[in-house]
């Protein structure tokens, strides 16, 4: 992959964006987004895997904007519900779902599961992609539990029913620095940063298609 110094972030998702763009930011890389491209298609997310939606994304944005693509894509394993709703997440209560649908049908799907049983995890893997095709990918996780109603007004997604136990709040009650220090997407990208770091400043550091850390 040639150097890199100049990257495009996959998503149109405004909050999405915005907590990538923080936590890949001090690199000596522009960033830009799916805004600056208004012409790029949208990707379907028909993966049956994160990593594969991941790529996908990635590889398809960096063809159609000639840029270096960084991408993700995160699922929700949880226990009691046999690892639903997975790489599904985003879109469990269907296609047109807010976020607050999906929270209100996992919270009506766990209805009566003792606390101890409501063990879940996010998975988040990223993916960065070359207009050539080359792909790398970094992958983070995080345990925790879903609680019985949604707490705190931060964050999207799933944030406000996921408690972290070691801090003793839900990802929605967290500071968006703080959430930053500890998520899954957090922990993905900070792999994801080293990836890029070395790309933009030794392009021999990372050979090699395909190669994912």
């Avoid at 990707?43 to 996908?56: F, L, P, Q, R, S």
């Avoid at 226990?79 to 919270?107: F, I, M, S, W």
Wanted: with cysteine; charged share 25%; aromatic share 4%.
């Amino acid at each position: 992959m040639p150097r890199v110094k100049e990257i495009v972030l996959a998503t149109r998702n405004q909050h999405k964006g915005a907590e990538l763009a923080a936590l890949l930011g001090g690199l000596e890389v522009r960033i830009r987004t799916l805004a600056d491209f208004p012409t790029a298609p949208e990707v379907k997310e028909d993966g049956v895997t994160c990593e594969a939606n991941a790529i996908k994304k990635a590889t398809e944005v960096a063809r159609a904007t000639g840029l270096t693509a960084v991408a993700d894509d995160t699922g929700l394993e949880v226990d009691a519900l046999g690892g639903r709703p997975g790489v599904y997440a985003a879109r469990y209560a269907g296609e047109q779902a807010t976020y607050d649908d999906n929270c209100h049908k996992l919270l009506q799907e766990l209805a009566g599961v003792p606390q101890a049983k409501r063990t879940a995890r996010f998975l988040t893997v990223a993916a960065i992609a070359s207009p050539g095709g080359e792909v790398h990918i970094a992958q983070g996780t995080l345990d925790g539990l879903i609680t019985e109603e949604s707490r705190g007004e931060r964050g999207f997604g799933y944030d406000p029913v996921f408690f972290v136990p070691e801090i003793g709040k839900t990802l929605a009650e967290l500071a968006p620095e703080e959430k930053n220090r500890v998520s899954h997407r957090a922990r993905a990208f900070v792999k994801m940063r080293e990836i890029l770091e070395a790309l933009s400043s030794d392009c021999s550091v990372l050979s090699g298609k395909g190669e994912s850390l």
